[in-house]
Every structure is written in C-alpha cells, then in structure tokens.
C-alpha cells in the first residue's frame, strides 16, 4: 500500500455524485469535483472550508455549506451553486447547523439534528418538515430514484431502528428495528429497493428489503472486534444490488456478495431442512460471501467508497470454461489520496485484489475554472 496515514485530516467532506461518474471533496481552503474514470479535476474553488459538497449528477449544480471558519460561510447556510457561471443560485438559511445535504432531480433534502426538511428542487418550496431524534452526525441514506425515492433516518439514540419515508408521497413507510446499538452507517440502493445497515458496534451489517424489511433480512459478520464502519455502497445494478463494500476504521475493505447469498437462500426454503433453519443464523457466521483486503487505507483515517462496475467474465478456453466476476471500487481517503481496487472472484470463489491506480488529490494541477 502506497499511502501513507495522516496526522490531521486534510479533507473536511467527500461524495459520489448519484450516477458514480464524479465525486467532490471539501476542505478548508475550498471544493473540487473531480471525474471518477480519469481522475480529472473539472472544477476548483478556493474560498474557505466547507463542510458539505453535495453533486446533482454530472449537472453544473451544486449544493455547499461552509464549515464557519469565516462569516460568509455559515454551517447555517446552504448554498445552491452554479460551477458554469460560478454564482450562487439561492441560499438558504437555517436556525441551526446542517449536518447533511442529498439531493436528486426532484428534491432537495436539507437534515439538522433534530429536523429534516424536504424541499422541491426546482421551485425551491418546503414541502415538507420532519421531527427527528437528535441526529447529532447528520446521518442519513437517500434513493435518487424518483420510483422508489426513499429518505432514511435514525429512529433511535438507544438503539439501531431506521426511518423510512417515501419522499415523493411524503409519508412514512415505515421503521426497521435492525441493530440493537445506535446506528453508524446505512445505504439505499439506488432503486431504493435495498437499505444496509451498520450500528456502532460495526461487528454486523444488515441489509433489508424496503419494501418488506421487518420480514427479509440478511446479515454478514465484518468482523468479531468492533470497528466504525465510515461507508457502506451497493452495486450499480438496477434491480439486484449483488455486491456490497464497507469501509472502516481498522483499515480494510469488506465485500459481501448479496446475490449469491440471495440465491442460495431461495435453493435452501425449498428443502425441508432449509425451511427449519433461521437464516439469521446461517447467514451471519457465513464467510463465503464475504471478502476482506486488509490494510487497504490507513488504520483510522476515514474513508468514503463506492462501487464503480460488477462485470462476470466467462473464459474462452474450450478445455477449461470457466465464469469470475470482478468488481471495481473507488475509495476516497480523507488524508487526501483516491484508490482503485479491483476484486476477481472465481468459479471456485477464490478472491483476488488488484490497486489498480491510485492518485494524491492535492498534487493535480488546476487554474480556478478546468472545466465545467
């Protein structure tokens, strides 16, 4: 591993835009979008700290808060900021410091610690204001798919239960009891079908489906000691998410394959035996389904990751066919460095990892404007 730890954090914020084609980073001199395939960076603007860059797309919009290092940047303020004409399209502001920011064609989501407000994103109203429990670290999993558009929110100080509420409708949808301690980390899926789920402990991580999700679950054990699961990522798949990745602060990288696990769950409620087995057990302790690349950021230094491509591969060779898949993933470290790894899976379910590049984010060469 070529990175080496930091004693301060050099990064303050980073996100993948929804599609996964870009991602931005905020730190206290200022924000950079940067394209996840070539590693290019399309926009930089050093005015101050901030906090929360949040990406529409590959859009020109972007929603800002400051981190309140000077007065033009408030944490209380967001920003919807146009990186084509390099102007502020509206602000907003709040009574107490926004902790989160998500957003997609349709609506803009603006989360503090005890309330959540959703907003039309084209005609910029309220529509809505949610009471919350005390939400101290902003968490929060929303879907930008407008079918299945779903916000996730804590439920509980106490412990792991999850809000789900249909953004579009705008109500409820229901609550996930999925963790005994409070929660450190949750994703949707892109289709909103599938929410993971990580508490504190970050010994288990959950997923459940939305649609059914006090009745489905599936679990995998990350490991036995506790560990801050800093991000969790479905697959790009539209329907199936059939890989999950974790980050957390021991260092690895954890992937989980859902589909398999999926699969071989329904070829098991078939048997009688199979029927009799609570999957919940099974299902935890399994470590077929789970691959680790130790060592992958360092120890502590936090990390956001995303899954960029799932492909399965079919060899050519007559004498012995053979069908891998391989899944490659970003990872943004926030000592300041963006990875590619690549994880192979055979036929006979043997990993193997590859870095296949990796890049210092302070270290690219930028005028103020690259390109928008």
């Known amino acids: 591993m070529a990175i080496q730890s930091s004693s301060a954090s050099s990064i303050l914020c980073a996100s993948f835009s929804q599609d ?8 206290k001199d200022g924000f950079k979008i940067f394209d996840s395939e070539s590693g290019r960076l399309c926009y930089e603007r050093s005015i ?14 972007l929603a800002v808060v400051g981190a309140g290092e000077q007065p033009s940047l408030s944490p209380r303020r967001l920003c919807l900021f146009n990186t084509r004409t390099g102007a502020a399209i509206k602000e907003m502001n709040f009574l107490t410091s926004i902790l989160a920011v998500r957003v997609n064609r349709k609506r803009l989501i603006v989360i503090l610690q005890e309330k959540t407000y959703i907003y039309d994103l084209n005609k910029l109203k309220m529509l809505d204001a949610i009471d919350t429990v005390p939400n101290t670290k902003g968490l929060c999993a929303f879907s930008p798919s407008l079918d299945g558009c779903y916000l996730a929110l804590p439920a509980s100080t106490t412990k792991g239960s999850v809000l ?10 229901g609550q996930i009891d999925a963790h005994r301690s409070p929660l450190a980390a949750m994703v949707l899926s892109s289709n909103g079908m599938y929410i993971a789920t990580a508490s504190e402990q970050g010994t288990i991580i959950r997923v459940h489906l939305v649609s059914q999700a006090t009745e489905q679950s599936y679990s995998f054990r990350r490991g036995t000691y506790p560990s801050t699961i800093y991000s969790l990522s479905f697959g790009p798949s539209l329907r199936l998410p059939d890989i999950l ?22 070829q098991r409620s078939n048997s009688l035996l199979g029927s009799m087995i609570p999957d919940s057990i099974s299902d935890a302790f399994e470590s077929a389904h789970h691959h680790v690349r130790h060592n992958a950021v360092p120890a502590g230094v936090k ?16 004498t012995s066919p053979a069908t891998a898949s391989r899944v490659s993933m ?3 470290t926030y000592n300041g460095y963006f990875q590619e790894y690549s994880l192979s899976i055979s036929q006979m379910n043997e990993p193997s990892w590859s870095l296949e590049r990796e890049f210092n984010l302070f270290r690219t060469a930028s005028d103020t404007m690259i390109d928008s």
């Open 245 to 266: 990745i974790a980050t957390s602060s021991s260092g690895s990288v954890h992937v989980f394959c859902l589909g398999l696990l999926i699969n071989q769950r329904s």
């Open 48 to 61: 101050g700290a901030f906090s929360i860059v949040e990406m529409l797309y590959g859009s020109s919009l």
């Open 164 to 173: 789900v509420y249909n953004v579009m409708e705008r109500h409820s949808h």
């Open 20 to 27: 996964n084609r870009g991602f931005s980073i905020g730190t």
């Open 330 to 332: 970003f990872i943004i």
């Open 303 to 318: 990390s956001c990751a995303m899954i960029h491509s799932v492909e399965i591969v079919t060899s050519t060779s007559p």
